[in-house]
């Protein structure tokens, strides 16, 4: 299977155009179960390590499940503050669109209980397997004008305890998936000054 | 932006026709500059947590430098060898293109020196976010019908030895990088019978 110039073009303008969406650009309307199962199909054909497809998927839709996550959210916001007291503009900032969004996917790094091809030596290589999950589901979701976030201000053992998830398994995301209003060209960070774009000359070593 | 659907097809070919391309399928071939340049702006346009854009880049083109890697993987590959004694495949697997690929790319995380908006409760979303990158390179490689492979079976800190890289960085991936023989239908990990694909009601919770 060879591609061409122009469908190498379609990706890399997908991949420009991807933006991690909050609440202040999801609309209510709903995420068909097709376009839902289009994201999921592209996660489980996602690189892992020994061929181990350790990703896993919670799918949260219910309000009273998404109001206690955005609770703890709101608490875990308030303490990083302090982190940030030089910088008033963290305070005004939207960083979740849990209750927004009409799904929210809690996506797990499955344990493994054998040993794992090519994991000896990395640990880490597993839970790496569930983030290219993660990215390829986001590329799909903008190919198909949906928006997606990922909401990192939650402490994960507090996340999986109100889901009811065990031990066998850890917390690597916790995805806001939904309609947008509006197709952002910049990253809102970018947009708002609080980090400048890095060229690839100060990312080469 | 909207995309359509012949776009968002054309991603998802993208997807499930990406491989991790080992020694026995690329060509010495040259990569051309501007194909490396293509696949490291795609890397660039990864999410990353806080905007932070923790990603660097090695690019390693010398025999001496390969070869020294080799030697290690070689070594390494051996002691994993007892964790999978029970499955004589796998001392016959190539598992990886070090010498083969015309180009090996050591993917780095560069640690924090100042707090990170989003990274305060999950310490690892840096990292993960380095994996974006890599998942963005991995796709738009295949797109230019290049073919790249991760490899794992490397103490992450005799790597650093080698490559004389400090302390501030973490590796996240070893990346080989060049054209390929044949672009494969199935994993060979698949194909081989080490592991079934797992469907996704498998990964459903």
């Given amino acids: 299977m060879k591609f061409s110039k122009k469908e190498s073009k379609t990706l ?11 609440g202040n650009n999801f609309l209510p309307k709903k995420v068909k179960q097709k376009e839902l199962n289009t994201i999921l199909s592209a996660a489980l ?7 181990s497809q350790p990703w896993r998927f919670l799918i949260i839709n219910k309000d009273s499940t998404k109001n206690k996550i955005h609770t703890l959210f709101t608490q875990q916001f308030k303490k990083s503050q302090a982190k940030f007291h030089d910088k008033p503009l963290y305070s005004t900032l939207k960083l979740e669109g849990i209750k927004e969004a009409p799904i929210n996917i809690a996506v797990l790094y499955k344990k493994p209980t054998k040993p794992i091809l090519g994991q000896t030596f990395m640990k880490q290589s597993g839970e790496y ?33 109100i889901l009811g998830i065990s031990n066998e398994y850890k917390l690597v995301g916790y995805l806001c998936l939904g309609h ?26």
Same sequence: chains 1, 2.
């Fill in 180 to 205: 947008t209003k509006h197709s952002l060209k910049t990253p809102e960070l970018k947009k708002l000054g609080w980090e400048k774009k890095k060229n690839i000359k100060r990312c080469l070593l």
């Fill in 12 to 22: 890399q303008r997908i991949i420009r155009w991807r933006r991690d969406v909050r």
């Fill in 45 to 51: 054909h996602a690189p892992s390590v020994g061929y």
């Fill in 129 to 161: 397997s569930v983030v290219c999950a993660i990215e390829n589901m986001w590329l799909v979701a903008r190919s198909l004008n949906l928006g997606m976030g990922w909401v990192s201000i939650l402490k994960p053992k507090k996340v999986k305890k």
